[in-house]
């Protein structure tokens, strides 16, 4: 069995022998037995572990969890879990599908917006209701009321009603969200669409210079997906390598 020292593991990978001791420290990688004069000992399984970490850093999608979850896919098959490993490898891919949805979604909605391919409001859901169907937590959406992202309207008995024009809103600063954009930056976009803040939707967006801006984000968004969900097929290929050489 071959066996490596730290500067080796590090040229090997092409990164600085800090950042092996680093990944050690975080637990990214198996703890390494010692020698007795006290240098670590490194084998293939290490040099394989510090692969599957550059390559599932290679693109980093922040928003929704899932950059945790690819974290603990990593400390995971440190641990020799593959099959766990694995297992969160193809929920992290399922989730980019779903964000990848979302983002095309948000797309197709100003598309329509400006087309005036939307009609006129019919739905008048509760805040429950909306959070089921957006799929969006109902303290998400209270939070990004308050900050002023949507003003929604009240019946006599004092629950809220969502409009079809407030789902609409809802999916595009969604899809701003997950293309990391804080919440004062997506209520500074949406409030230079118009002087008027409480302008609706369908005006708000009649101005195509403002409305190409959300669609080059979503279709930023999209690039960046698309290729998350190609390294997360690359690592599950090495994840079933690694199982297979290592289990």
Not at 122 to 151: P, Q
Not at 163 to 169: C, V
Not at 174 to 195: G, H, M, V
């Amino acid at each position: 069995m071959n066996t490596y020292k730290t500067a080796e593991v590090a040229a090997i990978i092409g990164i600085h022998p800090n950042t092996v001791r680093l990944y050690e420290k975080l637990k990214l990688i198996p703890k390494p037995e010692r020698r007795p004069n006290g240098y670590r000992v490194f084998t293939e399984f290490h040099i394989k572990q510090c692969k599957l970490i550059r390559l599932a850093f290679q693109v980093e999608i922040l928003q929704n969890g899932l950059r945790k979850k690819i974290v603990q896919m990593i400390t995971v098959s440190a641990t020799g879990d593959f099959d766990t490993a694995i297992a969160l490898t193809k929920s992290y891919l399922e989730q980019i599908g779903r964000e990848h949805r979302n983002a095309e979604e948000a797309i197709e909605i100003v598309k329509q917006i400006l087309s005036g391919g939307i009609g006129e409001n019919s739905s008048h859901l509760k805040r429950k209701n909306v959070s089921e169907l957006l799929d969006i937590s109902m303290d998400t959406l209270r939070n990004w009321e308050m900050n002023g992202l949507l003003t929604v309207k009240r019946k006599d008995n004092g629950y809220r009603v969502y409009t079809d024009e407030d789902i609409q809103r809802l999916k595009i600063i969604r899809a701003l969200r997950c293309a990391n954009y804080s919440l004062e930056a997506i209520l500074r976009l949406l409030q230079q669409l118009s002087k008027n803040p409480d302008i609706d939707i369908r005006t708000a967006l009649n101005t195509p210079k403002q409305t190409e801006d959300i669609i080059s984000v979503c279709d930023k968004l999209i690039v960046s997906l698309s290729a998350a969900e190609k390294n997360a097929v690359a690592i599950l290929d090495m994840l079933h390598d690694m199982k297979v050489q290592f289990s």
